[in-house]
Nanobody, 122 residues
Framework: VQLQASGGGLVQAGGSLRLSCSTS????????MGWFRQAPGKEREFVAS???????LYDDSVQGRFTLSRTFGASAVYLQMDSLKPEDTAVYYCAVARSSSATRRPMDYAYWGQGTQVTVSS
């Protein structure tokens, strides 16, 4: 399974970006998918996850600012990021879960994309 993440870039604080992640095979439409991020010098951290039915989980740091969605039956997810802050700066990775559930744990994900850089300037 190959994952393709896109939509990263440079934006000013308070701005918005929309990340997309598509997968190479249809079977991932039955799997949960998620986004993680890694800032320089820090460990990879959970951002958001969505089940195959559309239930979502968010980290507290992005709750209310980020929205994760998927088209039902599609092997793609979209992370709308609003009210961006400099601390959101990181490489963002999408991943496909081993099950149909949304999950915060990296160990629950079987496939990972290559990452897309998000930089928020103050």
């Amino acid at each position: 399974v190959q994952l393709q993440a896109s939509g990263g870039g440079l934006v000013q604080a308070g701005g918005s970006l929309r990340l997309s992640c598509s997968t190479s095979r249809r079977t991932s439409s039955n799997n949960g998918m998620g986004w993680f991020r890694q800032a320089p010098g820090k460990e990879r951290e959970f951002v958001a996850s969505i089940s195959w039915k559309g239930s979502t989980l968010y980290d507290d740091s992005v709750q209310g600012r980020f929205t994760l969605s998927r088209t039902f039956g599609a092997s793609a997810v979209y992370l709308q990021m609003d009210s961006l802050k400099p601390e959101d700066t990181a490489v963002y990775y999408c991943a496909v879960a081993r099950s149909s559930s949304a999950t915060r744990r990296p160990m629950d994900y079987a496939y990972w994309g290559q990452g897309t850089q998000v930089t928020v300037s103050s």
